[in-house]
């Protein structure tokens, strides 16, 4: 029996004469996503895409979980194809949902017929599909208000497709049509959700990583990698920059205010992040800083973090709790990996009492003293670059 996948638009409906180049973005992001299965043929039509594999030995049920992860599809089904006639309907509804028909007790039909050439309207195939199942399954009953099981049969231009409950596809809109940003990313639980969530939103990434050896070890920069490579299942491929940055923080060690350790730092890691984007195209910075959740995430804190970039910052968590950002990094796979106690940067010289009302003038006056430039420029031209793919997982 052949089977396809049908894939429904979700925010691209919206887009009026932009949609034709959102879809082509998520066609070329779903073969992206597919290429290592096999081939596919990859079309769309009446908000619908429908990907059709290209050989027998595919695994659809691998297809169906990459599928899942690509933003811009609101939902999915694995469908069976067969003729457009009422009989061939008739012969493979059974036959394709025998399993589902099986596990449940009650159940209705539901048709759509976008080929208003086929003979019968979409209450008589509902009528000749539901006679047909209870004469096949005799300890069924049909409920239309709260069914255990609702079948799908959609008649369409290429032919009759059936199946049962749709599943929710990510969301979000295609990465690749919201433009180019850079994530500061770290170890932790939030900056990967933050990654996630700026991706949802059509977002294509770029990394930015800062290490301190021998204060942080090459563990926790493998513990990053191995982070995006989980992000990346949903956001593509991107590349990752490792900043060395012992030397900044050794001379914010000994030459400024141990209150201010950690604006400071803060703020060196955007004016650095900010040459690296600009580098690479990137019209934002994306962070996974949420308001008050430390001392270098209160509102004066961000306020003179965000005064060291001229550039636009993105932080897809400000307003969410703990519980919220942990419960989307156990729905994408970071949450183990980022409890893994492999320290980053962000917790070398924490200071014991970190201001939490820095004063901007006086911030700029304390990072003004040193000479970080020297280091900075040096910074940025040694970086370590590194190419991220979920298939390296």
């Given at each position: 029996?052949?089977?396809?996948?049908?894939?429904?638009d979700g925010?691209?409906?919206?887009?009026?004469?932009?949609?034709?180049?959102?879809?082509?973005?998520?066609?070329?992001?779903l073969k992206?996503?597919l290429?290592?299965?096999?081939?596919?043929e990859?079309?769309?039509?009446q908000s619908?895409?429908?990907?059709?594999?290209?050989?027998?030995?595919?695994?659809?049920?691998?297809?169906?979980?990459?599928?899942?992860?690509?933003?811009g599809?609101?939902?999915?089904?694995?469908?069976?194809?067969?003729?457009?006639?009422i009989?061939?309907?008739?012969?493979?509804?059974?036959?394709y949902?025998?399993?589902?028909l099986?596990?449940?007790?009650?159940?209705?039909?539901?048709a759509?017929?976008?080929?208003?050439?086929?003979?019968?309207?979409?209450?008589?195939?509902c009528?000749?599909?539901?006679g047909e199942?209870?004469?096949?399954?005799p300890?069924?009953?049909?409920?239309?208000?709260?069914?255990?099981?609702?079948?799908?049969?959609?008649i369409?231009d290429?032919?009759?497709?059936?199946?049962?409950?749709?599943?929710?596809?990510?969301g979000?809109?295609?990465?690749?049509?919201?433009?180019?940003?850079?994530?500061?990313?770290?170890?932790?639980?939030?900056?990967?959700?933050?990654?996630?969530?700026?991706?949802?939103?059509?977002?294509?990434?770029?990394?930015?990583?800062?290490?301190?050896?021998?204060?942080?070890?090459?563990?926790?920069?493998d513990?990053?990698?191995r982070?995006?490579?989980?992000?990346?299942?949903?956001?593509?491929?991107?590349?990752?920059?490792?900043?060395?940055?012992?030397?900044?923080?050794?001379?914010i060690?000994?030459?400024?205010?141990?209150?201010?350790?950690t604006i400071?730092m803060?703020?060196l890691?955007?004016q650095?992040?900010?040459?690296i984007?600009?580098?690479?195209?990137?019209?934002?910075?994306?962070?996974?800083?949420?308001?008050?959740?430390?001392?270098s995430?209160?509102?004066?804190?961000?306020?003179?973090?965000d005064?060291?970039?001229?550039?636009?910052?993105?932080?897809?968590?400000?307003?969410?709790d703990?519980?919220?950002?942990?419960?989307?990094?156990?729905?994408?796979?970071?949450?183990?990996?980022?409890?893994?106690?492999?320290?980053?940067?962000c917790t070398?010289?924490?200071?014991k009492h970190?201001?939490?009302?820095?004063?901007?003038?006086?911030?700029?006056?304390a990072?003004?003293?040193?000479?970080?430039e020297?280091l900075?420029?040096?910074?940025?031209?040694?970086?370590?670059?590194?190419?991220?793919?979920?298939?390296?997982?």
């Open positions: 029996m052949k089977e396809i996948l049908l894939l429904k925010e691209i409906v919206l887009k009026g004469l932009n949609r034709r180049s959102f879809e082509d973005v998520l066609k070329k992001n992206y996503a290429r290592s299965l096999g081939s596919f990859i079309t769309s039509a619908t895409i429908y990907v059709k594999p290209l050989s027998e030995s595919i695994d659809l049920d691998e297809a169906c979980d990459r599928v899942s992860r690509v933003f599809i609101a939902s999915f089904s694995r469908a069976a194809v067969c003729e457009k006639t009989e061939s309907v008739l012969e493979t509804v059974p036959v949902l025998e399993k589902e099986n596990a449940v007790k009650t159940f209705k039909v539901e759509k017929r976008s080929d208003k050439r086929f003979p019968l309207k979409s209450p008589e195939i009528r000749e599909t539901g199942i209870l004469s096949k399954f300890h069924l009953k049909v409920d239309v208000h709260n069914p255990e099981l609702t079948v799908n049969v959609e369409r290429f032919g009759a497709y059936i199946h049962g409950e749709p599943h929710k596809g990510a979000g809109i295609p990465v690749g049509t919201g433009g180019k940003a850079a994530i500061l990313i770290s170890g932790g639980i939030d900056s990967p959700v933050a990654a996630y969530m700026m991706a949802k939103r059509g977002i294509q990434l770029t990394a930015i990583h800062f290490a301190s050896p021998p204060y942080t070890s090459r563990r926790a920069e513990k990053v990698v982070l995006l490579r989980k992000v990346s299942k949903y956001a593509g491929s991107m590349t990752m920059y490792t900043v060395p940055f012992t030397k900044i923080q050794e001379k060690k000994e030459e400024c205010p141990e209150e201010l350790f400071i803060r703020r890691m955007m650095i992040s900010s040459k984007a600009e580098r690479n195209d990137c019209l934002a910075l994306v962070t996974g800083e949420s308001l008050g959740q430390v001392a995430q209160t509102i004066g804190a961000l306020a003179c973090t005064d060291a970039s001229d550039m636009l910052v993105f932080r897809p968590l400000i307003g969410m703990k519980q919220e950002i942990i419960d989307i990094s156990y729905r994408i796979d970071t949450y183990n990996i980022s409890i893994e106690p492999y320290e980053d940067c070398v010289f924490t200071p970190p201001r939490t009302r820095p004063v901007l003038k006086y911030v700029k006056e990072q003004e003293k040193p000479n970080f020297p900075v420029e040096e910074a940025v031209n040694n970086l370590k670059v590194t190419h991220i793919s979920a298939e390296d997982e």
